[in-house]
């Protein structure tokens, strides 16, 4: 997901819910990057930040990324 910060900057958001590797990031997580950032450039965006959360539920709103990106977009 990518959410417009200002201007034309831009957070990315990737989430999956089950964890594939503890020990590194998983696949899902790099490929959603690619597509979101391939988006991004598409569209004029510059990505500032990213905000991950890898094997966390989406059924649940308290996901550390999540709830970061929503304390600094929201300040």
């Given at each position: 997901?990518?959410?417009?910060?200002?201007?034309?900057?831009?957070?990315?958001?990737?989430?999956?819910?089950?964890?594939?590797?503890?020990?590194?990031?998983?696949?899902?997580?790099?490929?959603?990057?690619?597509?979101?950032?391939?988006?991004?450039?598409?569209?004029?965006?510059v990505v500032v930040d990213e905000y991950i959360d890898d094997g966390y539920s989406g059924a649940n709103f308290k996901r550390p990324a999540?709830?970061?990106?929503?304390?600094?977009?929201?300040?």
């Amino acid at each position: 997901m990518l959410f417009p910060l200002s201007g034309n900057q831009a957070g990315l958001y990737m989430r999956l819910s089950r964890d594939e590797d503890s020990t590194r990031e998983s696949n899902s997580i790099t490929n959603q990057r690619k597509i979101i950032t391939d988006f991004a450039d598409h569209n004029g965006f510059v990505v500032v930040d990213e905000y991950i959360d890898d094997g966390y539920s989406g059924a649940n709103f308290k996901r550390p990324a999540f709830t970061t990106w929503r304390e600094e977009a929201f300040q």
